[in-house]
């Protein structure tokens, strides 16, 4: 992989995910290095961009996780700087990061998603508390998942079964960010879905992972990075017609988004087999219980050896395109 030249990967950053930002960056470095690729961590931070030109870096992987990362500034920041990356151009990160957003794309496409209701915290504060609460039990009814409209890696996310718990969620819910999505809780399985695009830029999903947390909450941000506390099917314990329609509609959100190179769709499947669209991501995480470099292996591809391809089209790609 000489032709790539220097490589950046870029995590950290300021978010409330930095910590597993950098687990994925670690791991990302390890693979790349592996894969005879001359990576180097990068900092998300004020230095970044001075760094990267100081050292003539010729391509970067991002694995920033959280807001800086996934909402297009990271993106827009290398695009000016003419530096090329992998993963999604700006606007389409925009899409994928408000989930507000992205149900509506989906939805509009076909694919099916859990009744929801989206609710700012001025709106929750200013007016009616109350009365928003009953209107949201009587429309959506109950369980329902609380969740940021911005924010990944289960921040601020609960499950609520009782009207009197709603409140409670909504507040914590606002500490992450400023909108509250509310949905309809589906049962079924946790499914997660690692869309990569192939040497003519067609979205192809590898096999979907199953995640469960057997002895604690679904929503616990400590669950979902704990290897002994999260347990994982791959492939997912799915019917052939179930898996074929989950690898569907995790490449029709690649595609409804505007996504680019890689991507990963979460969805619920029910009893009849049906996925329901939860969320999509632009930067899929790296750590010892992500999906990606489960879902990789799975299919014989060192995940090195994945992320080195994703570089050299983005490489020949260029900046800003």
């Not at 939860?278 to 489960?294: D, H, Q, R």
Request: charged share 20%; proline share 6%; hydrophobic share 45%.
């Amino acid at each position: 992989m000489s032709d790539l030249g220097r490589v950046a990967v870029i995590a950290g950053g300021l978010s409330n995910e930095r910590e597993v930002s950098w687990r994925s960056g670690r791991r990302a470095e390890f693979a790349l290095d592996e894969a005879g690729v001359d990576a180097t961590l990068y900092d998300a931070d004020e230095t970044l961009l001075d760094r990267l030109a100081a050292d003539h870096v010729d391509a970067a992987y991002i694995a920033v996780h959280g807001a800086s990362g996934e909402d297009g500034s990271l993106q827009t920041a290398l695009d000016l700087v003419g530096l090329p990356y992998v993963g999604s151009p700006p606007p389409s990160c925009h899409l994928a990061w408000d989930k507000v957003v992205a149900k509506v794309l989906v939805e509009r496409a076909g694919l099916t998603t859990p009744a929801w209701v989206a609710i700012s915290a001025r709106s929750f504060r200013e007016l009616s508390p109350a009365q928003i609460v009953r209107s949201v039990v009587s429309d959506l009814g109950l369980p329902v998942v609380v969740k940021p409209a911005t924010s990944g890696s289960t921040l601020g996310m609960s499950l609520v079964a009782e009207a009197a718990d709603l409140p409670a969620a909504l507040v914590r819910c606002f500490t992450f960010g400023d909108v509250a999505l509310i949905e309809r809780f589906v049962e079924g399985r946790t499914v997660e879905t690692v869309v990569v695009e192939n040497a003519a830029g067609e979205p192809e999903a590898l096999p979907p992972a199953e995640f469960a947390n057997p002895s604690v909450s679904p929503f616990s941000f400590e669950a979902r990075y704990s290897a002994d506390l999260i347990s994982i099917a791959l492939p997912a314990p799915l019917s052939d017609a179930a898996t074929a329609e989950v690898r569907t509609t995790a490449e029709t959100v690649h595609r409804v988004l505007g996504l680019r190179d890689l991507s990963r769709t979460d969805v619920v499947v029910d009893a009849e087999g049906t996925p329901w669209f939860l969320e999509g991501a632009i930067s899929p995480g790296l750590t010892e219980t992500s999906v990606l470099p489960l879902a990789a292996a799975e299919v014989g591809r060192p995940l090195g050896t994945l992320l080195a391809e994703l570089l050299v089209r983005a490489k020949e790609r260029g900046a800003g395109r």
